[in-house]
C-alpha cells in the first residue's frame, strides 16, 4: 500500500525567505506520481503541484518547486520567496495503486510564515 | 463550472439524528471521492465513485455510513445515528478517469455532533 511520511508537525518562516516541507513516500509501483496541496484555514485543499516518476526533470509551478529525488523515496516542497498567504497547512499526496487512483494523503506540514 | 461545490459547509446536529451531505463534482469529472478529516491530520479516504459505481469503500466507513451517486454526477454522503466521534470536515473530491491526475476538492462539511 502506498504510503506518505510527513515529519514536520510545524514550519515558521521569515517572509520573504524561502522554506523546504519534506515528504517521503512508499510505493511499490515502478511508475507513480506525487502531488502538494495546501489546505488554508478556510479548508478547501488547493492542488499546487505534481511531480510524475519518470520526469526528469523537477517539477516547478511558479514559487512552488519539488525537489524530488526518486533514489530516497523523498519529494520535498520548497517555497520560494514566502508570502504571509501562504500561511497554512500543507499535504503531500500519493495516489493508491491498481486502477483506483485514491490520493493517500500525510499528515501534513503546518506553516507559518512571519511578518 | 467553478469547481466542485459541497452542501451544507456547516452543520450542528444533535447525537443519533441522521445527516445528509451533497457533493456537486467537476462536470466532466468521472471519480468522485469523499475524505473524512479530523483536526492534525490529514484527510481519510472513505469511499470512491467512478461515474454511478461505488468502487471502493474504506474501513472507516461503518454501516452507519452510506454513499450514492445516483445519476453519475453528484453524490450524497448520509450518516446515520451520528455520534460525537462522527465530528469531523467531510471532504469531497473529483477527478478525471486518467491515469494520474489531481484531484480537485470542495470546501468540505464541518459537521458537529453535540
Known amino acids: 500500500a502506498q504510503k506518505i511520511t510527513q515529519t514536520q508537525p510545524g514550519m515558521f518562516v521569515q517572509e520573504k525567505e524561502a522554506v523546504t516541507l519534506d515528504c517521503t513516500y512508499d510505493?511499490?509501483?515502478?511508475?507513480?506520481?506525487l502531488f502538494w496541496y495546501k489546505q488554508p484555514s478556510s479548508g478547501e485543499m488547493i492542488f499546487l503541484i505534481y511531480q510524475g516518476s519518470y520526469d526528469e526533470q523537477n517539477a516547478t509551478e511558479g514559487r512552488y518547486s519539488l525537489n524530488f529525488q526518486k533514489a530516497r523515496k523523498s519529494a520535498n516542497l520548497v517555497i520560494s520567496a514566502s508570502q504571509l498567504g501562504d500561511s497554512a497547512m500543507y499535504f503531500c499526496?500519493?495516489?493508491?495503486?491498481?486502477?483506483?487512483?485514491?490520493?493517500?494523503f500525510g499528515r501534513g506540514t503546518s506553516l507559518i510564515v512571519h511578518p | 463550472d467553478t469547481g466542485v461545490s459541497q452542501d451544507p459547509r456547516h452543520k450542528i446536529t444533535k447525537r443519533g439524528q441522521n445527516v445528509t451531505f451533497r457533493c456537486d463534482p467537476i462536470?466532466?469529472?468521472?471519480?468522485l471521492y469523499w475524505y473524512r478529516q479530523t483536526l492534525g491530520q490529514g484527510p481519510e479516504f472513505l469511499t470512491y465513485?467512478?461515474?454511478?459505481?461505488?468502487?471502493?469503500k474504506s474501513r472507516l466507513l461503518s454501516d452507519r455510513f452510506s454513499a450514492e451517486r445516483p445519476k453519475g454526477s453528484f453524490s450524497t454522503l448520509e450518516i446515520q445515528r451520528t455520534e460525537q466521534g462522527d465530528s469531523a470536515m467531510y471532504l469531497c473530491?473529483?477527478?478525471?478517469?486518467?491515469?494520474?491526475?489531481?484531484?480537485?476538492f470542495g470546501q468540505g462539511t464541518r459537521l458537529t455532533v453535540v
Open positions: 499526496a500519493i495516489p493508491a495503486s491498481g486502477g483506483s487512483y485514491i490520493p493517500t
Open positions: 462536470s466532466e469529472h468521472n471519480r
Open positions: 510505493t511499490s509501483d515502478q511508475s507513480y506520481g
Open positions: 465513485f467512478q461515474n454511478e459505481a461505488q468502487l471502493e
Open positions: 473530491a473529483s477527478s478525471l478517469q486518467v491515469a494520474v491526475t489531481e484531484a480537485f
